[in-house]
């Protein structure tokens, strides 16, 4: 089975090993991702603030791109490529004069007939239906799922999990063999704005993230978005100094937990590629 | 030959700015049958309503147009006028020549001319107009008065005390309601009890009040003055004339770890059980759902001590049938319990508690008997944390209203706090505050200024527990939006009042509606208040809306004085506007052919067979019969009748094919 995929900027540079994983855990499902050919920026950093026909141009056209590859779904990883993504469907779906603006500016067709996935939405519906043979190493840990906002938010459109106490990525680890801890910071805010701009802001922020995962015994943190990742990880020193304690709990995407539940290799998952060593 | 007078009406401006009202009159002069025609710049005045009357007594008037406002403002007041000249009442028609035309179109030589049309078809109809007598319809002078909180004990005595008879049902083992878990109420900080159980009593020795409790409304029919209803008397398992109340079978039942109703879970109870030491009546109740007896079939301890043997296992729910001729509903309310936000912890925080549940700890008959102490550990928090609009003003919660009663009530909480925790530091999150009513205002700012609790205006996010405390992050908007945390031992949540559980099956019981949010709908918003849509069904309390203590008390007696109106009577009047079917000569006897379709079709169960007989008894033909104390004149059977034998009096096919063919034929 071949599904488009939409890895963005993200899993092509900093999270690299965030698309390693995803497209081992698919190859190891028989399913073949195949990248929307010439995409671009999702316009998830700047464009939504500056210029709003601007910020819904660009994924439509990654989603027209998708349709004239004839996808039926893609699979976004990235939550807020997925969150720009389901957005714009959502707004040209329901403004016709908005739409026609939008396709006349970038010159390609579009009918809404693509389904954007996300990387919770792509495991449930064609890997866990067959997990239970397959994991051989169980995922034997308590973990603390962390959602991040741009998962589940905002509800109303994205129609996904619960906003405030979202459980799909513990329903998944679940099966993953892991013990999925009820914990407070599920989908507090990381930081993610602030990353590069105020970094001590993100210091704290993820702080309490890894600080309350910490106090409830997590031994690793599960993640599904590019952006939460690099701040638990990558600033993982400013979190260590906001605490005041060196805090080695590892922070992994989900696709590489259930990677290693699979039993594949380390180094095809991309974990060496991680600030805080994967020691689970 | 008809005689018809038209009388036409500038209403000030209202209508002769833009309608030529004096062609109007002219033109309706000239119609066939049209015996005087007139306009006047009031109608509706004392000398309007004398053209009218003189000109029916000189001109010997047969039917009378009035082209003027909505019937619905002054059609009582013009047909009075047509009896008191002797006219039969309902010759007299409306013509709506201000809300149908003149507001709504410019001047104009068209508005005129659809006002002359207005006028035309009128004249044309009442030419098939005939005398119509009012139904009179007798009174049963006693009063249902459901639901026993303090809403529905106020509109009983008020009833009661004007010589009526009351049964007042009650779901629950007690009356009081919500009231009766109060500690103190605002803005006066009067404990709660010793103003209610005063009253409590006052129900139950009341000649004019038979109290059921543990009852409710299995279903109702019949119409004003005139209902039915069975009322199911759910078992007590008890004997209540044996029963001494004696609290023998109480002491000594085994069952003890019932969460308690009355002290919303944070106190136990046993199966058989009082809900509170005030209870009225004073009687024990079996919860069969818990008791030992009823779930493993042994233990009947209560059996075996109680002295005077009341206690009755087999007893069966009895169904009770009541005529009565007004219902007046004080059902309340009920509030939102903290499983309901996932970002407090969907209940999973014993220290995260709702504003009843801290009534109950501040109350002297609580738990604690008064001390507040969390329901964790037992220990009096230092710092306690009151958030305002817990789902109430969100609609993302599908709440949007506000709650009403919260704003008060947090005042008073944090106030009795500080009263009580000498040192303890409390923290209100609010919207706004609206403490709008007599002393409300007053009594925040003595929350604020006298007592220190702190008000920060902003929302909270979040609460979750860490290291034993409970870490509340909100924002303090008069801040420029700062981030606030709180390391709190309690948190109290003031959730949205809401309607009833069932409230929905109990209005399509009574035939009233509801509003979205499943509270019971008024007649009106503001000239109604106490009315619904069903004539007789009266509303008290917080089952309209979220109300206070004051609010609810003037509600129910507005609700008792229309009940003690409406029983002053000894009949009814109805109006006439009710379906017949037809009856002619034998040997047709009438046009119905007894398919009976109308039955069927009627919503208020107001058609029944008639059976037609010769002299010799037998039965010849049957044919629908409309009761007219039961049809609403709504006209459903009109559009169901296969062969047009009912017609709705006034509203006859004969005068609607009429006022069309007078529209069509143009003169």
């Known amino acids: 089975m071949t599904l488009g995929f939409y890895p963005g900027c993200s899993l092509k540079g900093s999270s690299r090993e965030y698309a ?254 991680h600030f805080v060593k994967v020691s689970v | 030959m008809s005689k018809i007078g038209v009388f036409v009406c500038h209403c000030g401006e209202n209508i002769s700015a833009t309608v030529d009202c004096a062609k109007v009159a002219e033109t309706a002069g000239k119609y066939d049958g049209v015996a005087f025609s007139v306009d006047y710049k009031y109608m509706c005045s004392d000398p309007g309503q004398s053209l009218i009357k003189s000109a029916i007594k000189e001109k010997g008037l047969t039917g009378v147009v009035v082209a003027s406002c909505s019937p619905r403002m002054h059609e009582p007041t013009f047909r009075k006028a047509c009896a008191e000249a002797g006219l039969n009442p309902f010759m007299c028609e409306m013509a709506n020549l201000r809300e149908h035309c003149s507001w709504v179109h410019e001047k104009g030589e068209a508005t005129t001319e659809k006002a002359i049309d207005l006028v035309r078809i009128l004249v044309e109809k009442v030419k098939y107009n005939h005398s119509l007598n009012e139904i009179k319809v007798p009174v049963t002078k006693t009063a249902l008065v459901i639901g026993g909180g303090i809403a529905g004990i106020q509109a009983s005595l008020d009833i009661a005390n004007t010589g009526h008879k009351v049964i007042l049902i009650e779901k629950d083992p007690s009356i009081g309601g919500h009231m009766s878990q109060l500690s103190e109420t605002f803005p006066t900080l ?116 109680c002295p005077t043997g009341a206690i009755r296992f087999d007893q069966e729910d009895q169904i009770m049938e009541v005529e009565i001729g007004a219902i007046v509903i004080a059902t309340g309310f009920t509030i939102k319990q903290p499983d309901f936000f996932p970002e407090y912890g969907y209940g999973k925080y014993a220290d995260v508690i709702t504003g009843l549940q801290f009534e109950r700890l501040a109350s002297a008959s609580g738990p604690t008997l008064g001390e507040i102490r969390r329901p964790s550990d037992g220990k009096v928090p230092e710092k306690i944390v009151f958030l305002a609009c817990a789902g109430s003003r969100d609609p993302a919660k599908g709440i949007p209203y506000c709650s009403k009663i919260c704003c008060m009530y947090i005042a008073k909480h944090a106030m009795l706090y500080q009263h009580k925790v000498h040192g303890g530091k409390s923290y209100v999150f609010y919207m706004d505050i609206r403490a709008g009513g007599k002393q409300y205002e007053e009594f925040v700012r003595r929350a604020i200024e006298d007592d220190g609790v702190n008000y920060i205006r902003g929302r909270v996010s979040r609460i979750y527990e860490k290291n034993g405390k409970l870490i509340v992050n909100g924002v303090d908007t008069l801040l420029n939006a700062m981030p606030v945390e709180i390391e709190a031992d309690m948190v109290v949540l003031a959730t949205a009042g809401v309607a009833n559980e069932g409230a929905e099956e109990l209005a399509q019981k009574l035939h009233i509606s509801y509003d979205p949010y499943k509270f019971f709908a008024e007649a009106h918003p503001k000239l ?92 010849i033909k049957s044919v629908a019969k409309v009761n007219p104390g039961l049809c609403q004149g709504c006209g459903t059977c009109v559009a169901f009748c296969r062969t047009k034998s009912i017609d709705i009096q006034g509203y006859t096919h004969e005068q609607m094919y009429t006022e069309v063919m007078a529209l069509l034929n143009e003169y």
């Open chain 1, 20 to 273: 390693e994983s995803v497209l081992a855990v698919a190859k190891a499902f028989d399913i073949i991702l195949e990248e929307i050919e010439d995409w671009n920026c999702c316009g998830a950093t700047a464009a939504h603030n500056m210029n709003k026909e601007l910020s819904l141009a660009l994924p439509a056209r990654i989603l027209s791109l998708a349709e004239r590859q004839g996808f039926k779904e893609i699979v976004v990883p990235c939550a807020a490529c997925y969150s720009r993504l389901t957005v714009t469907k959502h707004e040209l779906g329901k403004d016709p004069a908005l739409k026609a603006s939008v396709t006349d500016a970038n010159g390609l067709g579009y009918s809404g007939s693509v389904s954007v996935l996300n990387i919770v939405q792509m495991l449930d519906k064609y890997v866990t239906p067959n997990l239970a043979g397959r994991v051989v190493n169980p995922f034997d840990h308590k973990v603390a799922c962390y959602y991040g906002c741009l998962l589940v938010r905002p509800h109303e459109i994205l129609k996904f999990d619960r906003e405030e106490d979202p459980q799909s990525l513990d329903a998944l680890m679940l099966k993953a063999g892991a013990t999925p801890i009820d914990w407070a910071f599920k989908t507090e805010c990381c930081g993610a704005g602030l990353s590069v701009s105020r970094t001590n802001s993100v210091g704290r922020l993820s702080g309490k993230i890894i600080g309350d995962a910490k106090d409830r015994g997590a031994e690793a943190v599960i993640v599904a978005c590019p952006m939460c990742h690099s701040n638990l990880d990558m600033r993982r020193d400013a979190i260590n100094s906001y605490l005041g304690e060196k805090i080695d709990i590892p922070v992994l995407y989900i696709t590489q937990a259930i990677g290693l539940a699979l039993g594949l290799d380390r180094k095809t998952l991309g974990l060496q590629r």
């Open chain 2, 190 to 305: 009067d404990c709660s009890q010793c103003i209610l159980t005063p009253r409590m009593v006052e129900v139950a020795q009341h000649p004019n009040i038979t109290l059921y409790t543990y009852a409710e409304l299995e279903s109702l029919e019949g119409f004003i003055g005139n209902f039915k209803a069975k009322i199911r008397r759910k078992s007590k398992s008890i004997d209540e004339k044996l029963c001494t109340g004696c609290g023998q079978c109480t002491t000594k039942c085994p069952v003890k770890k019932i969460p308690s109703e009355f002290n919303e879970g944070l106190g136990k109870r046993t199966a058989i059980y009082v809900p509170f030491p005030q209870a009225v009546p004073n009687k024990p109740v079996i919860d069969r759902k818990n008791c030992t007896y009823y779930i493993k079939g042994k233990c009947k301890v209560c059996e075996i001590v």
């Open chain 2, 528 to 619: 109604k208040p106490v009315e619904t849509n069903t004539a007789g069904i009266f509303l008290a309390g917080a089952c309209q809306a979220p109300r206070d203590i004051p609010e609810s008390v003037a509600m129910a007696s507005g609700a008792a004085v229309k009940v003690a109106g409406l029983f002053s009577q000894d009949e009814l009047t109805r109006e006439p506007i009710i379906a017949v079917v037809n009856r002619q000569a034998p040997p047709v006897y009438s046009s119905c052919v007894g398919c009976f379709l109308c039955v069927s079709a009627c919503p208020y169960q107001a058609i029944e067979k008639e059976e037609i007989k010769n002299r010799n008894g037998e039965v």
